[in-house]
């Protein structure tokens, strides 16, 4: 664990929140991504829409943005109404990989969000993904027995995680909080709302977007040991 902090002890009637993103940073993405990626291009290829592999690879240097950007960056030349379809069709296997219990949450998820809802933190969920995609995690693995909102970029008007991270603050009422996340979206949206921002160096992350971060972990347990009160850059 890396740490530019300066570590002050908590005032235990201010608790801070914790916004997590959620690919990347609770539930391993990588575990389905792949398989729903190849279902949707599958369809484009039995269609005659797209021939030679299925781009996975630059799939995950782009993981973090609005699913509208992954189309436009993956499917230049392909119209909106077939961009909106692929999107349906790439939900509709990711929920079903889901559901079929292909996926899995971070080792210590279960143990840190308890931890932290014990020691009297709101807990929430800030995601680029879709709501549909969102619930059947939280419904997969209860999460909503610490989670206090689950939040989609639908929430907001704009495509910008900022946005959604001020949307919860604002309406919550939050004056302390921490933003959890693995790609420079999650840490732009830390220091737009002035925010301290953990970086996950998990499957996704990026070496020169967690410089952004003001602490750096290996492990989602090790963010029970941090105390974020104060954070100095």
């Not at 996975?56 to 189309?71: D, F, H, K, N, R």
């Not at 692929?86 to 949450?105: C, M, N």
């Amino acid at each position: 664990m890396r740490s530019r902090l300066l570590i002050v002890k908590e005032d235990i009637n201010m608790k801070q929140a914790y916004i997590f993103d959620m690919d990347g940073t609770l539930f391993q993405t990588n575990r389905i991504l792949g398989h729903a990626l190849e279902d949707a291009f599958d369809f484009l290829r039995m269609n005659g829409r797209w021939t030679g592999e299925t781009p996975l690879a630059e799939y995950q240097t782009i993981m973090g943005v609005s699913l509208p950007e992954v189309w436009q960056t993956l499917l230049p030349g392909h119209s909106d109404e077939e961009r909106a379809l692929v999107d349906r069709i790439f939900q509709d296997a990711l929920i079903r990989h889901i559901e079929q219990g292909q996926g899995a949450l971070y080792p210590g998820t279960e143990e840190v969000l308890a931890a932290l809802q014990e020691n009297g933190h709101a807990l929430y969920i800030a995601s680029n993904g879709w709501k549909v995609y969102l619930t059947a995690i939280v419904r997969q693995y209860a999460l909503d027995r610490w989670l206090d909102g689950v939040y989609s970029i639908e929430d907001v008007a704009s495509s910008q995680k900022s946005d959604l991270v001020a949307h919860i603050l604002s309406h919550h009422g939050l004056k302390e909080a921490v933003v959890v996340g693995d790609r420079i979206s999650d840490f732009q949206a830390a220091k737009v709302n002035r925010l301290p921002a953990v970086g996950c160096r998990f499957d996704f992350s990026n070496e020169a977007e967690l410089e952004q971060a003001d602490v750096i972990i290996d492990d989602l347990r090790e963010l029970v040991q941090i105390d974020l009160k104060a954070v100095t850059k």
